[in-house]
């Protein structure tokens, strides 16, 4: 590693291993701190902000940081260590949040840093961002999950807080230049949940050179979070898609010959 590089430091909010929805094989992910969307359904509300923030921690009875700076020597040491399960799985590293495009620097530094050890490298990303910015990460990455929640611009600042322009460019761009990408659409009941809604996303998606695309369903695994952040759910009281619905939504898709589509 280089000595500039692995001193490069940011924020996270949890490093998982053993992560099998987060690209191929077994894989290791950073969720990053930090992101410009605010999303009303988010599970990982405590990604949003960039700084450490106090949670509650339930068993604790108390308020602890969660959160915290690292350096790429840290995150990169946590990595490694699962080396033989991601030779054995096809899988590596993914880095998620939270939006590992607020900090592009930390993130690329990660990317090469693992690429440099020769573990596969992906990103999970909103998009959200100058296009040289995310030029310069992605270009750090084997695969970016991209995930696009919305073609309808207005509903998609109500609903996350900013306007989808610049992420669909973004996508089209990285499609242009025949990056690796998958796109990555969450099923959110009262915002896209709907054949029209999401076939849509698909049909930009495959407009653009987008071959791969994945739904992921909404589940309320974070609304707990919330109390312990002392914030609303927006999201609060709107009820999970089956499993069924979910297939019933998938079949009313039109999808074209060569494109996959999968339920994560
Ligand atoms: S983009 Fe992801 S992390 Fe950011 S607010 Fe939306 S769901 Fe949460």
Known sequence: MKQSESQVRGYISNIQRYSIH???GIRTTVFFKGCPLRCGWCSNPETQKLLPEEMMDLKQGK????GEEKSVEDVIEIVCRDKVFYQESNGGITLSGGEALLQPEFARAIL??????GIHTAIETTGFAEPCVFEQVADGADLILFDI???DEE???MNTGVSNKTILENLRAAAEKKRNVTVRIPVIPCHNATTEELQKIVDYSVSVGINRLELLPYH???EPKYRRLGRKYRWEGIPILTGEELKMLKSSLMIPDGVELMII
């Open 220 to 222: 309320r695994l974070g």
């Open 112 to 117: 090469d840093t693992a690429s440099a050890c």
């Open 63 to 66: 308020k602890v940081i969660t």
């Open 155 to 157: 509903k998609h600042i």
């Open 22 to 24: 987060d690209g191929p």
């Open 149 to 151: 929640k919305g073609i």
